[in-house]
C-alpha cells in the first residue's frame, strides 16, 4: 500500500462520516415538507443516483424513464436532477416554462477552465448572457456572417477533395474519422481566432483535452467533501491545461492587437471584433451596465471553439459511419447529387437548398446520434410545480434527447433502423420547434450556431459523397461496421471510421 493510499483512506472515512450527519441533521426542506416529486429509483445514501449511471448514461437514463416516466427525479450526490424523457415533457421544460430553467449549473470544470463560467454556454441566465449571446448572434451567426465563411468552407473542402483523389489513385484506406475532425478544426479556428493550426501551439490537443476534461464525470461536482482531495487527479489536470490554455489565448489576443491591418472594419474576424469591444460596455441600454475585459474576451473564444468543434466532427462521422454501414441510402443520395448537380461539377453551398435527401438524411443522423445527447444541462432558477410535481431551485435538468429520438412511440417500431424517408411526410424540422427531434436543444439556451454548423456538415457530406464512391477496408460487409460510442462532452464513436474513396466524377 502506498503511503498516500495509508494516509487516504481515514480521511476519506472521516469525509464520509461528516457527508452523512450533515445530510441527516440538515435534511433538505424538500423531505421535510410532503410535497410530491417526480417519480425516481430507490437511491443510496451520498451518492445518490450516480451508481446507476454507467458508461452510458444516455442508454442508462433511458431504461429508467421506460420505468419511471417522462419526468424521473434523481438525485446526483448532494445535485437534485430532474431527466426529460418524452417531447411533450421537453416541451414543459424548454418552451412552456423556458423562463424558469434558462440558467446553467456551475462545474468544476467551467469554473476552472471557463474563467470562472464566463464563457457563452456556460455562464448564468442573466444581462452578460444575453449581451453576449447578442454579440456573438450578430457577429458570427447572422445569415450574411454564415454565408462570409463559404469560401473558406469552398478552399478547405477542397483542399481536401484533392488529397482524397490521390488517396483514391493509390487504392489508399483513409482515417475519415481524422480527416473531418482536422477539417472542422481548421474552419473553426478559422472563423473564431482568425489563424488556421500552427506550429507554435497544439490548440486541437489543447481543445480536445478540455473536451475530455469537461466531459469527464467528475465526483467533485457531485460529492464535493470527496472533491477537495482530488481522488481521479481532474482538479490538478483542469488547472494545469487552464494555465496552457490561458497562455496560448493571451498570445493570439496579443498578435491581433498587434497587426495594424487588423483594424480596418473587413479584415476583422470575431477576436478582432471582441477585442475592439475592449473595457467598453457591451450593450449600454441594458439593465446591468456590462464592461468587457479580456478574461470575458478569452471565455468567450473558449466556449465558443468547444462547442463548435466536437459538435460539428462528431456529426460527421456519425453521418459517414450510417452512410456507409447503408449503402441503399448512400447510392440513393448519389443519386440525388447526380441529379441536382450533375456528374460534372463539385458541388456548391448554394446547391444545398435543393437537395432535399440530404436534409433527410441529416435529421435522421441527428435523431439516433444526437451528439449531445443530454443538450447542456439547465438549471431551475426557483422552485416550481409541473404536472403535479414539485421541482426545487437549482434542481439539474437532464433532457434526454438521445432518449427521445430512439422512442418507438414518436417514431414506429423500425427505430433502430437508419431511415431517412421517415422524414419524407411530415415538416419535422431541426430548429427546436418539434420536440421529438432536439440535437440543438430549443429555447432560450438553444444553440445559436445550428445553422453555421449545419451548412459544414451539410457541405462536407455532400461534396464527399458526390465526388467519392466509398467502401469499408478489406472488403468488410457493412453490417459488420462497429458503431460503438463513448460518452463525454459529445459521444463521438470509439474506434475511428476508416473508408477507401474511389473518384466518381468525371
Ligand atoms: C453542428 C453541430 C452542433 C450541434 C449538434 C450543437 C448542439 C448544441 C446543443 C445541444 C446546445 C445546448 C442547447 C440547450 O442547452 O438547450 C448547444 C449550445 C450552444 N452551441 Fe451548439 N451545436 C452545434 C454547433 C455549434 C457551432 C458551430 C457553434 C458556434 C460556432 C455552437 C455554439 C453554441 C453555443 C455558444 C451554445 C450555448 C448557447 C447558450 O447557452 O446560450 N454550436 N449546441
Known amino acids: 500500500m502506498s503511503p498516500l493510499t495509508i494516509y487516504a483512506t481515514p480521511l476519506v472515512l472521516l469525509l464520509v462520516f461528516i457527508y452523512i450527519a450533515r445530510a441527516t441533521l440538515l435534511r433538505p426542506k424538500q423531505l421535510q415538507n410532503d410535497r410530491k416529486l417526480p417519480p425516481g429509483p430507490p437511491s443510496l445514501p451520498i451518492l445518490g443516483h450516480l451508481h446507476l449511471l454507467g ?8 431504461t429508467l424513464a421506460k420505468k419511471y416516466g417522462p419526468i424521473m427525479s434523481l438525485r446526483l450526490g448532494h445535485v437534485p436532477a430532474i431527466v426529460v424523457s418524452s417531447p411533450e415533457a421537453a416541451q414543459l421544460f424548454l418552451k412552456t416554462h423556458d423562463a424558469v430553467f434558462s ?3 456551475k462545474f468544476q470544470a467551467t469554473e476552472l477552465m471557463s474563467y470562472g463560467s464566463q464563457g457563452v454556454a456556460t455562464t448564468e441566465y442573466g444581462p452578460y448572457w444575453r449581451n453576449i449571446r447578442k454579440l456573438c448572434t450578430l457577429e458570427l451567426f447572422s445569415p450574411s456572417k454564415i454565408e462570409s465563411y463559404a469560401p473558406l468552407r469552398r478552399e478547405e473542402v477542397g483542399l481536401l477533395v484533392e488529397s482524397l483523389k490521390r488517396s483514391a489513385v493509390a487504392h489508399q484506406v483513409v482515417d475519415l474519422s481524422k480527416i473531418t475532425s482536422d477539417l472542422i478544426e481548421t474552419i473553426t479556428f478559422k472563423m473564431i481566432l482568425g489563424r488556421s493550426k500552427d506550429d507554435k501551439f497544439d490548440m486541437k490537443g489543447l481543445i480536445q483535452e478540455v473536451g475530455r476534461l469537461a466531459g469527464a464525470f467528475n465526483i467533485a461536482d457531485y460529492v464535493p467533501l470527496l472533491g477537495v482531495i482530488d481522488l481521479q487527479g481532474l482538479t490538478r489536470a483542469m488547472k494545469k491545461t487552464s494555465k496552457d490554455m490561458d497562455e496560448m489565448l493571451e498570445k493570439i489576443m496579443e498578435e491581433h492587437e498587434q497587426d495594424p491591418s487588423r483594424q480596418k472594419e473587413h479584415h476583422k474576424n470575431f477576436v478582432d471584433k471582441l477585442l475592439s469591444l475592449l473595457h467598453q460596455t457591451i450593450s449600454p441600454h441594458d439593465e446591468e451596465i456590462q464592461v468587457i475585459d479580456k478574461t470575458h474576451i478569452k471565455a468567450i473564444m473558449l466556449d465558443l471553439i468547444v462547442a463548435a468543434f466536437e459538435t460539428t466532427a462528431a456529426t460527421l462521422d456519425w ?21 441536382v448537380v450533375g456528374m460534372s461539377k463539385v458541388v456548391e453551398e448554394t446547391d444545398i437548398p435543393k437537395l432535399n435527401y440530404l436534409d433527410m438524411v441529416v435529421k435522421e443522423t441527428y435523431r439516433l446520434h444526437p451528439v449531445a445527447p443530454f443538450l447542456i444541462a439547465h438549471e431551475s432558477m426557483e422552485d416550481i410545480t409541473i404536472n403535479g410535481y414539485y421541482i426545487n431551485k437549482k434542481s439539474r435538468i437532464i433532457v434526454n434527447a438521445w432518449a427521445i429520438g430512439r422512442d418507438p412511440k414518436i417514431w414506429s417500431e423500425n427505430v433502430e433502423e437508419f431511415y431517412p424517408e421517415r422524414f419524407i411526410n411530415n415538416n419535422i424540422d431541426l430548429k427546436g420547434h418539434d420536440f421529438e427531434l432536439i440535437p440543438f436543444g430549443s429555447g432560450r439556451r438553444g444553440c445559436p450556431g445550428m445553422m453555421l454548423g449545419l451548412m459544414s456538415v451539410k457541405y ?12 469499408l477496408p478489406n472488403g468488410m460487409n457493412s453490417k459488420h461496421l462497429d458503431m460503438n ?22
Open 55 to 62: 458508461n452510458l448514461p444516455h442508454r442508462k437514463l433511458q
Open 103 to 105: 440558467n446553467r449549473p
Open 319 to 339: 453521418a459517414f459511419s450510417e452512410l456507409l454501414k447503408n449503402p441503399r441510402v448512400m447510392k440513393k443520395l448519389q443519386q440525388e447529387l447526380t441529379n
Open 460 to 471: 462536407t457530406i455532400a461534396q464527399f459523397v458526390h465526388c467519392f464512391n466509398w467502401e
Open 485 to 506: 460510442e463513448k460518452f463525454g462532452l459529445s459521444i463521438p464513436r470509439v474506434n475511428h471510421l476508416l473508408a477507401l474513396p474511389i473518384y466518381r466524377l468525371v
